[in-house]
């Protein structure tokens, strides 16, 4: 059997429901309005029915908005939904709503009423404000990264004009004092010898790595069908010697082709699988790279049994030029893993590592297949 609602329960649902509910007459005088809205107000009902007018609860701007808006409006279409206003609580505190309205008709005019329910939006402003300012604060960042990448690329161009000729130059005549016997061996001279060839090795590594780093957002508008397994090849053709004097073994899976730029994917790989190299334990290093696909997007997996870190670093190692082994333990720029992060962010992906130390890493990241 149907339950019957009584009215004493229809009135508690007005008068505690979450939306605020007034209605005026034809003089703007208000003749109801439900508790709720009441609390809201910080106004006793006694003060408010018969007593105030619309004038008394809304601003300026939202009571002008009423007049010569949203009443015509209700006269014509009879009803208006979702109008942005403020309400005037007793101690002048604003409260930002959204309005409905809806025209209640009668035979006789004067007794045709206005009924209104509000909706607060505090708390959707104030989310709209954080987001607002969350919004601010990532294109300050942004902007201090287009900085950053436009002083990148002016150094880079620096770097490849005036810095790379010199040391070229002095590589040469390091090589000649060397041939000629000026540099006699297992002398002290010798040891500073090696330890300026050893330097100057080190600085055209970084810069080489800088110039690379530099390119990648420009090289990376050039997109192509490329071929994830091919590209795999490629990078261990490129790392053979190195491969051969570790040892190494690979094992590829299923790599789908993706829409990317192929001198940046190569350099990724090649990053990643040199890293699995230098990065070696006492075991020979194994390699394993495999993806796994959904509708959207593939995720890509590159494994290794190498020394693996703490994972509390597994966002530190990703940073310009950032590094977890000093440079006379193992060699390095620490660029290679923050141009992998830039290549596969250029590409539309993230990537991320699990890894443990003495247990090797998995490198993982995601390419959208659109």
């Known amino acids: ?55 008394d609860i809304f601003p300026v701007a939202a009571r002008i908005y009423l007049e010569t808006h949203l009443v015509p409006l209700l006269e014509v279409e009879e009803a208006f939904s979702e109008v942005n206003l403020e309400l005037f609580t007793k101690e002048g505190k604003r409260i930002p709503v959204l309005v409905n309205g809806k025209l209640v008709k009668s035979e006789k005019r004067k007794e045709a009423r206005y009924r209104f329910s509000v909706l607060d939006i505090s708390q959707r402003k104030r989310f709209e404000m954080e987001l607002i300012q969350a919004k601010k604060r990532a294109e300050e960042k942004s902007n201090i990264l287009q900085e950053f990448n436009t002083a990148l690329e002016q150094f880079a161009y620096t770097a490849s004009h005036d810095l790379q000729a010199p040391l070229t130059t002095i590589t040469g005549l390091l090589g000649i004092l060397n041939k000629r016997g000026f540099i006699p061996e297992e002398s002290e001279e010798a040891t500073y010898f090696n330890l300026i060839n050893k330097n100057l ?141 830039k290549i596969v962010q250029a590409h539309g992906g993230e990537i991320s590592v699990r890894s443990e130390k003495g247990k090797g890493s998995t490198f993982f990241f995601t390419f959208p297949l659109t």
């Open 201 to 341: 090795h080190r600085m055209k590594l970084m810069i080489s790595d800088l110039l690379a780093y530099s390119k990648i957002d420009n090289d990376s508008a050039e997109m192509e069908k490329v071929a994830l397994k091919e590209i795999c090849e490629e990078a261990q053709e490129l790392l053979s010697h190195s491969i051969r004097e570790n040892n190494a073994v690979f094992e590829l899976g299923e790599l789908p082709s993706i829409m990317g730029n192929k001198i940046q994917l190569l350099r990724l790989f090649e990053n990643l699988f040199s890293n699995a190299l230098k990065y070696r334990s006492d075991e020979d290093p194994k390699i394993k790279v495999w993806s796994e696909r959904s509708p959207s997007i593939v995720t890509v997996y590159v494994q290794d049994n190498g020394l693996g870190f703490e994972q509390e670093y597994a966002e530190k190692i990703f940073e310009f030029m950032q590094r977890l082994h000093r440079h006379d333990e193992i060699p390095g720029t620490g660029i290679g893993l923050a141009s992998c992060k």
């Open 1 to 55: 059997m149907k339950r019957v609602i009584s009215k004493e329960e229809y009135l508690d649902l007005y008068e505690n429901a979450p939306f605020g509910y007034f209605s005026i007459n034809m003089d703007r005088q208000i003749v109801a309005m439900n508790t709720t809205l009441l609390n809201w107000l910080a106004l006793e009902k006694s003060e408010v029915i018969g007593v105030k007018s619309i004038q």
